[in-house]
């Protein structure tokens, strides 16, 4: 009995020991493993809890604790340390930094909130997602130092109000790379609530605009983009400002994917395996005051797009295919350019620009209406070849002046 009676009496110590404690930091500045830095005493564990909400936090060596909440203050990482944050993570204000070898890592089963208007950046380190963050409320994050957001595969980054993902070009911004499932959901959509995920785009998984506008407006220059890029009905996709490249980005949905201007003119460049549209998204194309150098689509990939393309703004260049299978529709506010590349279009036409305005045809570039397919032109605007031979529209189908 007196056996038994101790056997039972360790089993209640041990637990007491692994039960997860709440640590709070309560010093200006100093290292995570330091006992006295936190209240109480102690060096929070894998399943323990921490709170950060002023001071500085250094971790010094590779640490693993249960909850995170930071509310405030810096916490910084030394070079090539890793942070993981297991269960659970808050966010409503603070730094997280470190160096481009270190590291805070959130796993699978983690669960992270962002939320509230305190001031929040990432600087120069890795923040990497396994598990699910919900981004609740409207705000920014500074992206400073060439920090690295990744959404690892089977993770979820959804965002669920008008937020920024800025990156500070003072400080050379940083990228953000998704292998898993981007979500932009929740509030009731509209013009007004766009999110902005600016720093350098590289996706391999899937961008989902739900509701209201996710818009891009940094493509890496040397990687093309893939995965897919899904639109609800109302929603929005924009690539705007700066140069993107596609090789084998698929658009999906019933929703709209734009090349608009927000600060700049950007350029989309197809290659490779290019971009294809289905038969329920719109590609839009709407940036005014284009150049030979800004403000259009090019490369040598395809382009076929099952749904509907619009022509409102901007340049058509390169030798790629452009193949149309649904509905055309040319609704030019401005003058515009083809120039080599040949627009096929085997569904219905629309060609209703401005009368004032004119389409130039330049190196070879050219139309082709397709068998079956109706052209119906309902403006008055001009058709016009800049340089001698260099432009064609061809009739495989019907043209009706309405």
């Known amino acids: 009995m007196i056996r038994i009676r101790l056997v039972v009496a360790s089993l209640l110590l041990l637990s007491f020991h692994i039960l997860a404690a709440n640590y709070v930091w309560n010093v200006s500045s100093g290292d995570w493993g330091t006992s006295g830095n936190w209240s109480p005493n102690g060096i929070p564990g894998s399943s323990d809890q921490v709170t950060i909400s002023s001071g500085t936090v250094t971790v010094s060596s590779n640490r693993s604790v249960g909850t995170l909440i930071l509310t405030g203050g810096t916490l910084s990482l030394s070079s090539s340390r890793v942070l993981t944050v297991n269960n659970s993570a808050s966010w409503s204000g603070g730094t997280i930094t470190g160096s481009s070898s270190s590291k805070i890592s959130f796993g699978a089963s983690c669960s992270m909130t962002i939320f509230g208007a305190g001031e929040k950046s990432m600087n120069y380190l890795t923040f990497e997602n396994y598990g699910d963050i919900v981004w609740q409320d409207a705000g920014e994050i500074k992206v400073n130092y060439e920090a690295h957001f990744i959404n690892r595969s089977g993770a979820n980054f959804n965002i669920e109000n008008k937020t920024r993902l800025d990156f500070v070009a003072a400080t050379n911004g940083g990228r953000l790379t998704n292998y898993g499932t981007i979500t932009k959901t929740g509030n009731t959509g509209g013009s007004y609530d766009e999110s902005q ?73 197809s290659t490779g395996s290019g971009m294809t549209f289905s038969s329920g998204t719109t590609f839009l194309i709407d940036v005014e005051g284009s150049s030979a150098s800004e403000g259009y689509v090019g490369g040598d990939g395809p382009i076929i797009i099952n749904g509907t393309f619009e022509w409102r703004a901007g340049r058509i260049y390169g030798s790629g295919s452009l193949v149309v299978n649904g509905t055309f529709l040319y609704t030019a506010t401005t003058n515009n350019l083809m120039s080599q590349r040949t627009l096929t279009v085997n569904g219905d036409s629309y060609w209703t620009g401005l009368s004032s305005k004119r389409l130039d045809f330049d190196n070879g570039a050219s139309i082709i209406n397709g068998v079956g397919a109706t052209f119906h032109q309902q403006s008055n605007s001009t058709w016009e070849v800049i340089s001698a031979g260099s432009g064609s529209f061809i009739n495989n189908g019907t043209f009706t002046k309405d």
């Not at 705007?240 to 350029?267: K, L």
């Open 197 to 269: 995920l600016d720093p350098t785009l590289l996706n391999y998984g899937t961008i989902s605009a739900e509701v209201g506008i996710i818009q891009f407006e940094h493509g890496d220059t040397g990687t093309g983009l893939e995965g897919t890029f899904y639109t609800e009905s109302g929603a929005v996709i924009s690539f705007a400002d700066r140069p993107f490249i596609f090789d084998g980005a698929n658009f999906t949905g019933n929703g709209t994917v734009q090349m608009i201007q927000s600060n700049t003119r950007p350029v989309l460049t």
